[in-house]
């Protein structure tokens, strides 16, 4: 029950945590700011690093850690032509932590003119890891919902995009043309980050959502179209998944709910080959939306959190796994953490030793539960 091509049993979202000799020259406490050549030679050196942990480890998929990116969304913003930063519009985008605190995230993209692809977005660190790895590499590009929902049909300024349609015809053309520029690196394994979808299912979202004038459900229908039309005639080596996460910025979350408001809609409709989920707390509810998944897709179940240093029981990931397969076979299914080791690159509470214990640790229950290599 091994598989030769991704997903993998043994997989991972892509984020890791940013070395602090990393962080120290990105983020310098006595002002002198490094050449931009020289903090690409460090980033250089730190992703080889990172990617002989991975290969060590004994994992198929293998990222750069994310690691010359801001947090798994502004790199977006900001390498793309006809974007600047503002408010989110709505009570939308709250973070919440462990200590019952929420604040807002902000940052919020807005198209001040046309919006246009200026050179790659993920496709240069992706051939960069190709170079220096012969497991396979996955690139890792936030969903386009990230685009329109903070702000709504305020993602634009009116005298620019008067037509709404029009903004979503240059975003899908932007993210093709990001797409061709990924496969001709040769990489085959692509995932769309999709905290959006995920925060449909939590009802206080929801009724903000419609309290700003927007019908969560036909979001929903928006945002599995604009996926669909950049992937529509992707090379059939090509394999596209969405992760689903409620938020994980610096060990928070934005959203709680059951998959069950967006299951049978997006697992039905999406043309992606597998579905990463958040399964690591009860914010998720439980495995029932499985239903829906069809019988030509697979699931990635996260089940180990990024959130907290805890450790895991690998007896318990092996029931929780088992419980999963009451509703998608077991040789549909795969492991890996709930979401990225830093989806902002100061990261979260836990160390470099924490993150390879739990990478560890998928490998190793991936390893048990299907009598395999992972």
């Not at 940052?107 to 396979?136: C, M, Q, R, Y």
């Not at 995932?191 to 979202?205: K, P, R």
């Not at 089940?303 to 007896?315: A, D, F, N, Y």
Request: charged content about 25%; proline content about 5%.
């Amino acid at each position: 029950m091994a598989r030769d091509r991704p997903p993998y049993r043994a997989d991972h979202i892509g984020s890791l945590i940013r070395p602090a000799q990393l962080l120290c020259a990105r983020y310098p406490t006595d002002g002198q700011n490094l050449q931009a050549e020289e903090l690409k030679a460090i980033e250089d050196r730190q992703i080889r690093n990172v990617i002989s942990m991975q290969e060590d480890i004994g994992l198929q998929s293998i990222t750069d850690g994310e690691f010359r990116r801001e947090s798994w969304r502004l790199g977006l913003v900001s390498k793309v032509s006809g974007f600047t930063r503002t408010d989110a519009v709505g009570d939308v985008d709250y973070q919440h932590d462990s200590k019952g605190h929420r604040h807002r995230i902000g940052n919020a993209p807005i198209a001040t003119s046309k919006v246009e692809w200026a050179g790659p977005i993920v496709a240069d660190e992706v051939a960069f890891t190709l170079s220096h790895t012969t497991a396979t590499a996955k690139a890792t590009i936030p969903s386009p919902s990230y685009l329109h929902y903070p702000r709504g049909s305020a993602c634009v300024d009116d005298a620019v995009y008067p037509d709404l349609d029009q903004y979503f015809e240059d975003v899908v053309h932007l993210y093709r043309r990001e797409l061709k520029a990924i496969c001709e690196t040769g990489c085959c394994y692509l995932q769309f980050d999709e905290v959006v979808q995920a925060l449909l299912c939590d009802e206080t979202i929801r009724l903000a959502l419609i309290d700003r004038g927007d019908c969560p459900d036909a979001l929903c229908e928006l945002y599995i179209d604009l996926i669909n039309r950049i992937i529509c005639d992707r090379p059939p080596q090509l394999c596209v998944t969405l992760h689903m996460c409620r938020g994980n910025a610096m060990g928070g979350w934005m959203g709680s709910g059951s998959y069950e408001h967006v299951a049978e809609t997006i697992f039905n409709s999406l043309d992606v080959d597998a579905f990463f989920l958040e399964y690591d707390s009860e914010r998720a509810g439980g495995f029932e939306p499985l239903r829906f998944i069809p019988k030509d897709k697979l699931v990635v179940l996260g089940l180990i959190s990024t959130k907290t240093p805890l450790m895991e029981s690998r007896s318990a990931l092996c029931r929780q796994i088992e419980a999963a397969a009451a509703f998608v076979p077991l040789e549909r299914l795969c492991l890996s953490p709930q979401c990225g080791f830093a989806s902002a690159d100061l990261g979260t509470e836990l160390t470099e030793s924490d993150q390879i214990a739990k990478l560890q640790l998928v490998v190793d229950t991936a390893t048990e539960i299907w009598d395999e290599p992972a």
